[in-house]
């Protein structure tokens, strides 16, 4: 498997702390916006990070979210243009582990074997497709894993004792833990029962389990991070792009300004995780 992330997760666990994983949607409001938000995440405390795919029809994602993409398809972002903004980030940040998080229909018509190829030149180390079951693992999972690509798989609050080892089966980098029943940007879950959830999956895996789902404030991701190997951070990153928006949709000085101090915070809370289990 890819070595960044495996080089990421082993230097976080050295430090006794949990990852901080940012999600955000490539192109939103625009290209060049977004490129600088993409590179002002590590700068800010961010360990790994998600770079959304633009998708018409996100199932998965609330309403912060599926504005976000429709934000991005608008200004005319791709997936070769998403592909592109990993390619320009890696030119000068060739540490942060990226993720590519999306649906598979893009992927499909830009066709399979290009997207790997493509994804791999441009220093791609995970995938979280999120309309992929195990049943499909032959499609994109597979051929993935045998490029050195991670396929991050989700476990959600209904994947049972009988359902997990297939999800697990041919999960790598990390397992992605979806602490609710629902769509992104809901409420957050009592961390006392993500704490026996992440218990129970690492029964069955040595993989670092992440956990997202409703994380807005450094308060969240500390007591989520008390418990996980990670931190997922998505909608409450969308909703500050959204919120430095001009009325028409246009970035302003606050757009990079505002993630930054919003990771910074997140990631303050990341980094007090083990010392408020602890105490």
């Known amino acids: ?152 798989r989700l476990a959600t609050p209904t994947t049972d004792a009988k359902r997990l080892p297939a999800v697990l089966e041919n999960t790598s980098g990390f397992v992605y833990y979806v602490s609710m029943n629902g769509i992104t940007g809901s409420a957050l879950p009592d961390p006392s029962v993500i704490g026996g959830a992440v218990r129970r999956i690492k029964q069955h895996t040595a993989l670092p389990v992440c956990v997202g789902f409703g994380v807005k404030t450094a308060e969240h991701a500390r007591a989520i991070g008390a418990s996980s190997d990670g931190v997922v951070v998505g909608s409450a990153i969308v909703n500050q792009i959204a919120s430095s928006l001009t009325a028409d949709g246009a970035a302003t000085e606050a757009t990079v300004a505002g993630v930054e101090a919003l990771v910074r915070s997140l990631a303050s809370g990341v980094r007090g995780a083990r010392v408020a289990a602890a105490e």
């Open 1 to 152: 498997m890819t070595a960044r992330m495996d080089r990421r997760f082993a230097a976080l666990a050295s430090e006794g702390r949990p990852a901080l994983v940012t999600y955000f949607m490539g192109g939103d409001p625009d290209y060049a916006s977004s490129l600088a938000i993409m590179k002002a995440l590590p700068k800010a405390g961010a360990d790994v990070i998600e770079l959304g795919m633009p998708f018409s029809d996100p199932m998965a994602d609330g309403p912060a979210i599926q504005l976000a993409g429709q934000r991005s398809l608008k200004g005319g972002q791709t997936l070769a243009k998403t592909i592109q903004m990993a390619r320009d980030f890696r030119l000068e940040d060739a540490d942060t582990p990226i993720v590519l998080m999306g649906y598979y229909n893009p992927i499909y018509i830009y066709g399979v074997d290009r997207f790997l190829e493509d994804a791999l030149e441009a220093g791609i180390d995970g995938l979280i497709v999120v309309d992929l079951p195990p049943e499909m693992d032959d499609e994109l999972c597979i051929p993935a894993l045998r490029r050195g690509i991670n396929f991050i």
